[in-house]
T-cell receptor, first 112, second 120 residues
Framework: DAKTTQPTSMDCAEGRAANLPCNHSTISGNEYVYWYRQIHSQGPQYIIHGLKNNETNEMASLIITEDRKSSTLILPHATLRDTAVYYCIVRATGGANSKLTFGKGITLSVRP | GAVVSQHPSRVICKSGTSVKIECRSLDFQATTMFWYRQFPKKSLMLMATSNEGSKATYEQGVEKDKFLINHASLTLSTLTVTSAHPEDSSFYIC????????????????FGPGTRLTVL
C-alpha cells in the first residue's frame, strides 16, 4: 500500500509555479521522500528526493515540513512539457530490496 | 541522472509465444533491478526485484514461472514472458539502482523507457 496521499489532479498556467502537495503522515525516520513523474507512455523520470532538509536541483525544489508529515514539490516555471503524472513516494534506505511503491499520483496539467 | 535502456520498445506477438525484454544500465552498475507492469490508466505495479547473481524475488500474485527474470550481470537484466496470452498485454518497465551512483548517501532508482507488449 502506498504510504502517501496526493490530490488527484491540478492545473496551472504556463510560466507560473506549480506546487504539488503530498501527505506522508506515517513516514518513518529512515524513509526518504522521492518524487518521480511519468509523461504519457514513457517510463518514470526521477525528479528529486529529500530526508528532512529542503532540496533544490535543476528541475524542482522539494519543501519538507519540519515534522516530515508532508512535502511540496515546486516546479518554479511550469511549461507545457511538465504536463505529467507526478508521484510522491517514501522509501527506506538500506537493504537490497528497498523498493519504490507507486500510488496513483497527481495529474498536473499545464495550460497555455 | 543515470540512463537505463530497454529493448524492444514495443513488441507484438502471437498467443502462446515467449517474449524477452532486455533492460540495461548504461552508465552505472545496477546491483538491483526491478520490473514493473502498468495497465492503461493505472499506476505502476512492482512485479519482482532482482539482485545481480541471485534469484529474483517476486511480488505476491506474480507467477515466477511465467515471468522469468535473469540478472546475470551488473548492467543487464532480462524479463521473459513465457507462453504469452492477451491478458499479458501491458507496458513493462524496468528500473535499476546501483550503489555507485551515490546520491547524497542514498541510491536512486532510475527507470527505463518501457516496453509495450501486445499479445494477439
Amino acid at each position: 500500500d502506498a504510504k502517501t496521499t496526493q490530490p488527484t489532479s491540478m492545473d496551472c498556467a504556463e510560466g507560473r509555479a506549480a506546487n504539488l502537495p503530498c501527505n506522508h503522515s506515517t513516514i518513518s525516520g529512515n524513509e526518504y521522500v522521492y518524487w518521480y513523474r511519468q509523461i504519457h507512455s514513457q517510463g518514470p523520470q526521477y525528479i528529486i528526493h529529500g530526508l528532512k532538509n529542503n532540496e533544490t536541483n535543476e528541475m524542482a525544489s522539494l519543501i519538507i515540513t519540519e515534522d516530515r508529515k508532508s512535502s511540496t514539490l515546486i516546479l518554479p516555471h511550469a511549461t507545457l512539457r511538465d504536463t505529467a503524472v507526478y508521484y510522491c513516494i517514501v522509501r527506506a534506505t538500506g537493504g537490497a530490496n528497498s523498493k519504490l511503491t507507486f500510488g496513483k499520483g497527481i495529474t498536473l496539467s499545464v495550460r497555455p | 541522472g543515470a540512463v537505463v535502456s530497454q529493448h524492444p520498445s514495443r513488441v507484438i506477438c502471437k498467443s502462446g509465444t515467449s517474449v524477452k525484454i532486455e533492460c540495461r544500465s548504461l552508465d552505472f552498475q545496477a546491483t538491483t533491478m526491478f520490473w514493473y507492469r502498468q495497465f492503461p490508466k493505472k499506476s505502476l505495479m512492482l512485479m519482482a526485484t532482482s539482485n545481480e547473481g541471485s534469484k529474483a524475488t517476486y511480488e505476491q500474485g506474480v507467477e515466477k514461472d511465467k515471468f522469468l527474470i535473469n540478472h546475470a550481470s551488473l548492467t543487464l537484466s532480462t524479463l521473459t514472458v513465457t507462453s504469452a496470452h492477451p491478458e499479458d498485454s501491458s507496458f513493462y518497465i524496468c528500473s535499476a539502482r546501483g550503489t555507485a551512483l551515490g546520491e547524497r548517501g542514498t541510491d536512486t532508482q532510475y527507470f527505463g523507457p518501457g516496453t509495450r507488449l501486445t499479445v494477439l
